[in-house]
């Protein structure tokens, strides 16, 4: 597959999978649904599927994020080629800052990834990953907010310690639903 992107960077944005509902306990703690769990792994064979294999990721500390991380590196991984290896590991650090993170702080997260990073996957919460998307570009207008389990993948020229509004435009979108 040839990479129209090539020499660009690629943020993709990653919404939490379903999480059970609970009355108890922290909300930070909730684990995700049985839904949540396969609807993760849908999004890392999309991810796979369409050559957008993280360098870094950085993901919320929650367990629900967590989770979804884990659902995702399962389903990016697969079978690997017979003689072949499952690709290279990300660099994964669990972000305290990115839990109900507005979306300035979740740009100031992505701001100190290493430059040699091309791919960099955040997965964080509602509303500051949706409105991170918007503040990135500005062009979509009034889309709606990333739902549980949708990726919003950006593209820029900007390095990511410059990264700012409207740098890097939205090129798709893909909602796992089990």
């Known amino acids: 597959m040839t990479d129209a992107y090539a020499g660009e ?5 990653l919404r939490h999978s379903k999480a059970e509902q ?6 930070a703690d909730r684990p995700l649904s049985t839904r949540g769990r396969a609807d993760a792994e849908s999004a890392g064979a999309w991810l796979a599927k ?16 967590r989770e979804t991380w884990h659902g995702v590196a399962m389903g990016m991984t697969g079978s690997p080629p017979e003689g072949g290896t499952a690709g ?17 702080d979740l740009l100031a997260l992505v701001r100190r990834v290493d430059p040699a990073a091309r791919t960099v996957l955040l997965i964080a919460h509602n ?3 949706s409105l991170l998307s918007a503040l990135l570009d500005p062009g979509q207008g009034d889309a709606e907010e990333l739902r549980t389990t949708e990726l919003a ?6 390095r990511w310690a410059e990264l700012d509004r409207g740098d890097a435009p939205l090129s798709r979108r893909y909602a796992a639903r089990s």
């Open 9 to 13: 960077r690629t943020l993709v944005l």
């Open 22 to 27: 609970s009355e108890e306990g922290l909300d």
């Open 50 to 65: 369409h050559g957008l294999l993280p360098d870094v990721v950085l993901c919320s500390t929650a367990r629900r994020t």
């Open 88 to 104: 290279p590991r990300p660099d994964v650090r669990y972000e305290p800052d990115a839990y109900e993170a507005h979306p300035d």
């Open 127 to 129: 509303p500051g990953v």
């Open 153 to 158: 993948v950006h593209h820029g020229p900007a």
